[in-house]
C-alpha cells in the first residue's frame, strides 16, 4: 500500500505492508522522500536509514472466542465491565474519521500537556490517509462523551495502530480513571474483533519498547495473547531538499 502525503517542506511516499527486497521497487516519482514501514529485512544505501523496531501481532484468522479466551481471565473481566457499564464504541473511516481528528488531536495533545510534554498529531497526514479510505478512528465514550481515541493505518489485510489517547489523566476520582483504563481495553478488543469482522488478517500493536524487558505499556499490549516480531521502518531521501532537511535536522537535535 502506497500513500502520498504532503508536509510543509517535503512530498513522502509512504510504503506500508509491502516487502521491499529494494528501493529500486518502489517508484520514486514526484517524492522528495521515501518512508517504508514495518519491513521483513534491512535496506541498506546512500543516506538510507535503517531502524529495527519490535512489535506485536494478533492473528486475525482465529475464531472471536479463540481469539478472546487467549486474553488473561482479569482483562475479560474488564472489558465485560466496561460492556455492563454502558460504555458505547463507535468506528470511523473516510470523511468521518477526518471529522474527529481535531477533537483527537485536542485529547492527544492535552494528554501529553499532562505528563509534562509537548507532542503534536500529525493530523494533515492522518486526513490524507483518511479521506484515501486508509484510516480508521475507532472512540470509546462514556456518557455520551468521548473518552479513549485510537487510530489505525489499514488495508484489506493488515491494519497497524498508529496512535492512541484518552482523558486518564483528567479524572478526578480513583473510579473515573479506573472506567476509564476499562475502556480503553474494551475499545482495544473491539477493535480486534472490528478488523477481524472486516477479514483483515493482522492486527499490529504498533510497537513495543523491549520485548526482552518489557515496560508497562509493552506488558498491557502482550496481554491480549499476542506474538512478538521485529522488524524495519526505513527512510531515503530522494531530493537534496529533503538531505538538506534531515541534515538540519540532526543539527537541531544535537545543540538541543
Known sequence: MIIDTKGRLLKARNVWF????SLDDIPKDGADIVYIYGNSQPLSG????????????????????????ALGS???YKIKRAEREGTEVS?????EAACRLPAFAETFENMYEQKGNREELPTEEMKTYALDGKL????????????????????????RLTFT???????????EKQAF?????LLHWKD???????????????????????????????????KKIEYYNIVKPITMKAMLVGEIKSLIAKRS
Not at 519490535?54 to 484468522?61: E, G, K, P
Not at 483504563?181 to 481495553?185: D, T
Not at 478488523?195 to 499490549?221: A, C, H, M, Q, V
Open 91 to 95: 468506528f470511523f473511516s473516510g470523511e
Open 165 to 175: 489517547c484518552s482523558e486518564f489523566r483528567a479524572a478526578s476520582t480513583k473510579e
Open 181 to 185: 483504563a476499562r475502556a480503553n481495553e
Open 74 to 76: 482479569t482483562l475479560r
Open 46 to 69: 546512500g543516506n538510507m536509514i535503517c531502524h529495527k523496531q519490535y512489535s506485536a501481532i494478533t492473528n486475525l484468522t482465529g475464531t472471536e472466542e479463540e481469539l478472546f479466551a
Open 18 to 21: 509491502e516487502q521491499v527486497s
Open 192 to 226: 480486534i474483533t472490528y478488523f477481524k469482522g472486516r477479514g483483515l488478517f493482522s492486527y499490529d500493536w504498533g510497537g513495543l519498547t523491549s520485548p526482552e524487558d518489557p515496560n508497562g505499556i509493552d506488558r498491557f499490549k502482550l496481554g491480549f495473547g499476542c
Open 136 to 159: 480508521l478512528v475507532s472512540i470509546a465514550s462514556i456518557g455520551g462523551k468521548a473518552a479513549v481515541y485510537h487510530s489505525y493505518v489499514c488495508d484489506d489485510k493488515h491494519c
